[in-house]
T-cell receptor, first 110, second 114 residues
Framework: AQRVTQPEKLLSVFKGAPVELKCNYS??????LFWYVQYSRQRLQLLLR??SRESIKGFTADLNKGETSFHLKKPFAQEEDSAMYYC????????????FGTGTSLTVIP | KAGVTQTPRYLIKTRGQQVTLSCSPI?????VSWYQQTPGQGLQFLFE???????NKGNFPGRFSGRQFSNSRSEMNVSTLELGDSALYLC?????????????FGNGTRLTVT
């Protein structure tokens, strides 16, 4: 069965420190992975997706099929990165459904 | 382009009542999905519509239903409301073509059942 796991509900880091938000998934086949972010009082929005291989706001994520992970990383955290982050999965076997993790609330301490 | 619009933003209903939520997708998007968001469960998939057809349904009771109109606008209905239905209901639209079409979310409708 498809599943996305974000083991950390809460994560706090100091400004300028590296940050890594963990995401593990369970899926039979080749999934497409996404990271969504929700800033305070804003709607949930796409941060980045695996297929684009891009860096958005300094964040990157690498798909590790061996470890079935898609961790989100940023070398130097900024205060404006404080938000709720959701990892999501879609794929040929999901019937156009996205599977979301339960989210990680990131707080960057000034 | 205007984003996904959900109305109303807030609703307060009593147990046993029914409610209808509305969603207008981004222009050109033919797929509309609905999710229930709660603090403990995160985002739970309700259903997805594409060109007026329900393509997939999540594991929710039959009290939850939806539909999509020819202009891609969608409505979600919940009948016989229960206290546990209190949640933020999110609508998301996408091009709906393949797994690489990301979801674009609305601000949600906050439903409180008393």
């Amino acid at each position: 069965a498809q599943r996305v796991t974000q083991p950390e509900k809460l994560l706090s880091v100091f400004k300028g420190a590296p940050v890594e938000l963990k995401c593990n998934y369970s899926y039979s086949g080749s999934p497409e992975l996404f990271w969504y972010v929700q800033y305070s009082r804003q709607r949930l929005q796409l941060l980045l997706r695996h297929i684009s291989r891009e860096s958005i706001k300094g964040f990157t994520a690498d798909l590790n099929k061996g470890e079935t992970s898609f961790h989100l990383k940023k070398p130097f955290a900024q205060e404006e990165d404080s938000a709720m982050y959701y990892c999501a999965l879609s794929g040929p076997n999901t019937g156009n459904q996205f599977y979301f993790g339960t989210g990680t609330s990131l707080t960057v301490i000034p | 382009k205007a984003g996904v619009t959900q109305t109303p933003r807030y609703l307060i209903k009593t147990r046993g009542q029914q409610v209808t939520l509305s969603c207008s997708p981004i222009s050109g998007h033919r797929s509309v999905s609905w999710y229930q968001q709660t603090p403990g469960q995160g985002l739970q998939f309700l259903f997805e519509y594409f060109s007026e057809t329900q393509r997939n349904k999540g594991n929710f009771p039959g009290r939850f239903s939806g539909r999509q109109f020819s202009n891609s606008r969608s409505e979600m209905n919940v009948s016989t409301l229960e206290l546990g239905d209190s949640a933020l209901y999110l609508c998301a639209s996408s091009l709906g073509q393949g797994i690489y079409s990301p979801l674009h979310f609305g601000n949600g409708t906050r439903l409180t059942v008393t």
